[in-house]
């Protein structure tokens, strides 16, 4: 599970919901990874008098788990998850992101979870065919 949090962003670009959508329908297939759905972005209006100061979230959930996005357009900040059951290139995904955004800092994050999961479901696939393929020919 990778976590970037992305400072002084460009205002324009994380407060465009075109711009944003099409980050979320872009970023699967660069990471090498597959969308279940097209993703959902919600704008979320400045609200008078309200610490809510408008921006955006937003996910698409993939096969191999999923991306969100939420933005501060105020701030120039937006925060971005990945969690896939899949290796990716974190560098790739920052970099694009970085640059996509206009950002100038990122403040990477990186959670190991199911750790115990992974050890019997690994992720390469062929491993992990080997043992389903096993563990299928004891149930018959």
């Given at each position: 599970?990778?976590?970037?949090d992305l400072y002084e962003c460009d205002k324009k670009k994380i407060d465009d919901y075109d711009y944003v959508y099409k980050?979320?329908?872009?970023?699967?297939?660069?990471?090498?990874?597959?969308?279940?759905?097209?993703?959902q972005l919600t704008k979320i209006p400045v609200q008078p008098n309200?610490?809510?100061k408008g921006g955006m979230t937003g996910f698409v959930i993939l096969v191999e788990s999923h991306i969100a996005?939420?933005?501060?357009?105020?701030d120039e900040f937006a925060s971005f998850d990945i969690?896939?059951?899949?290796?990716?290139?974190?560098?790739?995904a920052t970099k694009?992101?970085?640059e996509k955004l206009g950002a100038k800092?990122?403040?990477?994050?990186?959670?190991?979870r199911g750790r115990?999961?992974?050890?019997?479901?690994?992720?390469?696939?062929?491993?992990a065919a080997v043992i389903a393929k096993k563990e299928r020919s004891l149930a018959h």
């Open positions: 599970h990778l976590t970037l980050i979320l329908d872009e970023m699967p297939e660069m990471l090498g990874m597959h969308k279940f759905s097209a993703p309200s610490f809510d996005i939420h933005t501060f357009p105020s969690f896939s059951c899949k290796y990716f290139s974190e560098d790739n694009y992101l970085m800092r990122v403040e990477l994050n990186r959670l190991e115990d999961f992974v050890k019997h479901y690994p992720r390469n696939v062929q491993k």
